[in-house]
């Protein structure tokens, strides 16, 4: 069954760092990508997602994601921190090639400190 | 108003009650999912709807039953309430399935005493 590591529960950055927040999953086989992000008291919203095709993802709120299949890694980045981005980012990959469920990393709280 | 909605945000109960958590979208998309949200769980599936009257379980299945006689609606219950039920639980829908752009609700605060 498809697993989803996110590195780091908590990570804080200075506003105007680079932010990255660190995505693992276990598949054998390229999965389809998700990165999710919730703001205090509200439900999930998506910020962007790999299926096929580019690598590099960009998505909302300047963030992007690379799809590195040698490291089964999907890391999030975002060139400089902004207040507005503290939140919780959650991770989620799914088996392509099949009717196959969602499965959320554990998610990474980020702290954007002024 | 358009998007999808949960009723009640808060809910307290106390073990062994039946609950009923609802969720409503105004979208017509054909998927629905429950999920449960707990600390150091992330997500977790509970049921997944592809369309009316078609359900199927999720990763934790256990203690719930679901329903959705129209497309707009899928409520959850919690037929005896037990303390490890104790979750935020959110509600969310797709248009054509799972790899498809899920849009979640606001979420229920549920607490069993």
């Known amino acids: ?114 | 108003d358009a998007g999808i909605t949960q009723s009640p945000r808060y809910k307290i109960t106390e073990t062994g009650r039946q609950v009923t958590l609802m969720c409503h979208q105004t979208w017509s998309h054909s998927y629905m999912f429950w999920y449960r949200q707990d600390l150091g769980h992330g997500l977790r599936l509970i049921y997944y709807s592809a369309a009316a009257d078609i359900t199927d379980k999720g990763e934790v299945p256990d203690g719930y039953v679901v329903s959705r006689s129209k497309t707009e609606n899928f409520p959850l219950t919690l037929e005896s309430a037990t303390r490890s039920q104790t979750s935020v639980y959110f509600c969310a829908s797709s248009d054509w399935g799972m790899t498809d752009t899920q849009y979640f609700g606001p979420g229920t605060r549920l607490t069993v005493l």
């Open chain 1, 1 to 114: 069954a498809q697993s989803v590591t996110q590195l780091g529960s908590h990570v804080s950055v200075s506003e105007g760092a680079l932010v990255l927040l660190r995505c693992n999953y276990s598949s054998s086989v390229p999965p389809y990508l998700f990165w999710y992000v919730q703001y205090p008291n509200q439900g999930l919203q998506l910020l962007l997602k790999y299926t096929t095709g580019a690598t590099l993802v960009k998505g909302i709120n300047g963030f992007e994601a690379e799809f590195k299949k040698s490291e089964t890694s999907f890391h999030l980045t975002k060139p400089s921190a902004h207040m507005s981005d503290a939140a919780e980012y959650f991770c989620a990959a799914q088996n392509s090639g099949g009717y196959q469920k969602v499965t959320f990393g554990t998610g990474t709280k980020l702290q954007v400190i002024p």
